[in-house]
Each structure stands twice: as C-alpha cells, then as structure tokens.
C-alpha cells in the first residue's frame, strides 16, 4: 500500500505599501484620487467618531463601545469595494464597515447607545444588524450567498470576525458550507492579535488564520491589515472571484486594536506598552497620507480641512442623535413581533403597573 502526499497547500500574504509609505508599483492597485479622496475621508471620520464615542462614553452619555481606532483600513478598505447588490455582515466593532456601507453617523450613535432606535437605519440599508453574538454573522453570510447563487443574483455577502471568533464552530461550519456550496462568500477575519486578553498564539495552533481555507477548500490570503492598498487589492480579488462563481475566499487582515477590546478593558494588564507602540508605528492612517502625499493629492492643508470636516459631521451627528433618544420601558417589547402576542402584552402592562408603583413610591 502506497504512502504519498495527497495534500500540498500555501498561504500568500501581502503588502503594498509599507510602514515607510514604500510602494512595490508592481502590485498596486488602480485607485483614482477620488477614490483615494474617498476612502481617506471614511478611514478619517471613523476615527473620529471612534474618538467622540470613546469620550462621550466617560462622560456617561453612550454605554459600553467597543473602540476601532487602528483597524480602519481593514474594515474601510474592504467595505468600500462592495456595492448596493451586496450584503454586509458585521459585528460589534464593525463602525468603519457600518460607515463606508452609508449607515449615517447619527444612527451609528443610536446603535452605540443601545437605543432601539439605533436599529432602524435607513430603509435603502439592506444589511442586517451587527451580530453581537460571535460567529452568527458567519452562518447568516454563507446562507446569503448560497441563496444569491441559487436565485441567480448578482450579489456577494461579506462577514466579519475577530481572532477569537476563528474558534467557534460557526466559523468552521460556515467555510465548510461555502466551499460545497461554491457560494459568493467572502470572510474578513480581523486578526488584532487579541481576543479581549487572549492573545491570538494561544487562540489557535496554526501557523496562520488564512490556511483555515485551504481545509474547507476556499481560497485563503493574509494580508497586512493596516495597509489599505493591501486590504482593498486582496477584496477586490475575492469579490471579483465570487461574481465570477468561483467561490469563497477568506482574507485575514493582520491589525492592531490601539485601545482597550472595550470602554470596561484595561489593555494594561495583558499587553506592553512596547507592543502598543510598535504597532502605533503602522498605523494605517499615516501610512495612507503618506502614498496620497506621494501621489500628490494630500497636504497640510488638505489634512486640515477633512479633519475639520470629519469632526463636524460627527459632533453635529451625536448631538442630533443624543436629542432624539426617547425610550420608554414598554419599547423592549415593540418592534419583535407585527402583532404583539396575549402573553408579550400581558407582560408589558405587568411592566407599566410595576413602573407606575415605583413612580408613586418615588413621589410619596
Ligand atoms: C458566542 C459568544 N461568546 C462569547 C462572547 C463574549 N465576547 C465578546 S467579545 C469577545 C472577544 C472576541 O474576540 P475576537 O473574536 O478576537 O474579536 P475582537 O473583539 O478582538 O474584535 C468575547 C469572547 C460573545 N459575544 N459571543
């Protein structure tokens, strides 16, 4: 009986452009300035937004956040290469995908004050929710684009998870059902190296997150995540391969989260600051000024005014969302059901009486 190699597999990782703004022209992708213009302006606004939630949470004004602040070019750099027939399935730090998808600001703050009115975006937003439920998003992903494929649709459906998310058995369940199914899926995997403390080289045995594809017999690709010239050219490669019916792909995007995993982490406690500052030195958004600075379409003055622009939009988006938050005890049981059930409403004035009470006693 024979004994042979039946299997020989490998994983690319890319870069484009590096921490010094160095380009390998041989890969780079064809950005016009408007493009570059644009997505410089979503990596600039997240931040500032991740900032303003980061700040207003401490003043009690948000509740918990969980921060993005370093991951912008993985997620802005993914997201903008999709379009309106495509599905996008986030999760809780997802607020650089939720921006470049057209979720306004203002509804971005409702979703991180916990209102309900945070989950009624726009209706011309066809994306679901965020999952906060890790893994979720993967199972919904994969059942998107398998029905795309069987209805014929032009569409492809992207999700995102974390390092830590790679262990749950929906991550596998959903490569595995995307590579039978040869279905337009596309998995981002934002490896920020931790999941809350667990560092990612105790997360998982394997060399890297990307060959998990090879396993399920999709493509795979490691890209550095805070290279948006990387990020965009590996997505743009993986939707052009799921339009075409050529299956799924899962990218994983190496990044850095610079804050805490949420406004209750202390990142002290599990990271050096050694690390933290290693890794401020491949920061995405510099190293992006620094190609456009090359390219001839960013300067001082430029970097002035999207920064003035950003931080407008953003602080009149908080304010008109913190005006409009207006939530009653009775709204956890509206918009569930098109028509409340007996026992939901036998619940809710159950709910109404014991407020009411607790009002009386407050007054007395
Ligand atoms: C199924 C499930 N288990 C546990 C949690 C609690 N939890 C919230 S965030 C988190 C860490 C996830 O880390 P990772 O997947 O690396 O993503 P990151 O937060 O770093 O973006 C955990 C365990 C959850 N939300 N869902």
Redesign the pocket.
């Known amino acids: 009986m024979p004994r042979k190699k039946v299997f020989e597999g490998s994983v690319d990782y890319l870069q484009i452009l590096d921490e010094n703004g160095g380009v390998d022209k041989s890969l780079e992708p064809r950005l016009t300035n408007e493009e570059l213009d644009r997505i410089y302006r979503l990596m600039v606004t997240v931040r500032q937004y991740d900032r303003k939630c980061m700040s207003v949470q401490r003043q009690g004004r948000l509740f918990t956040y ?1 921060p993005v602040e370093g ?1 912008e070019a993985t997620q802005v750099g993914t997201a903008y290469v999709l379009g309106k027939q495509d599905l996008a399935f986030t ?3 997802s607020h650089g995908v939720f921006l470049a998808r057209g979720v306004p600001l203002k509804y971005m703050f409702l979703m991180s004050m916990g209102t309900f009115q945070g989950g009624q975006r726009p209706e011309d937003i066809e994306d679901v929710h965020l999952e ?5 998003q993967l199972s919904q992903c994969v059942g998107a684009a398998w029905a795309a494929k069987i209805l014929k649709k032009d569409g492809v459906a992207v999700a995102y ?6 262990s ?1 058995g929906e991550f596998h369940e959903s490569l595995n059902l995307a590579g039978v199914s040869k279905a337009p899926a596309i998995f981002i995997c ?3 190296l ?3 403390s ?1 560092p ?1 080289k105790i ?1 998982t045995a394997s060399q890297t997150i990307a060959q998990k594809a090879l396993a399920y017999g999709i493509a795979g690709i490691q890209v550095d995540g805070n290279d948006l010239l990387a990020v965009y050219a590996a997505m743009k490669e993986a939707v052009e391969r799921a339009r075409k019916g050529e299956g799924a792909t899962l990218i994983e995007c190496l990044t850095y ?1 610079f804050g805490p ?2 406004t209750s982490d202390d990142p002290s406690k599990y990271r050096t600051k050694q690390e933290e500052e290693e890794w401020r030195k491949k920061d995405p958004v510099p190293r992006l000024q620094k190609y456009m600075q090359s390219r001839g379409v960013w300067n001082e003055e430029y970097e002035q005014q999207v920064l003035a622009e950003a931080k407008g939009e953003v602080d009149k988006a908080f304010e008109e969302a913190e005006a409009s938050v207006h939530a009653e005890p009775e709204d956890i049981f509206k918009n569930v059901f098109a028509e409340m059930p007996e026992t939901l409403k036998e619940q809710m004035e159950y709910l109404k009486k014991v407020e009411e009470e607790k009002k009386n006693l407050r007054q007395a």
């Open positions: 969980l991951q999760m809780y730090r906060f439920t890790i893994g979720s998870i974390g390092d830590g998310g790679t749950e934002e490896n920020n931790y999941a809350i667990v990612r997360q989260r995993h949420s």
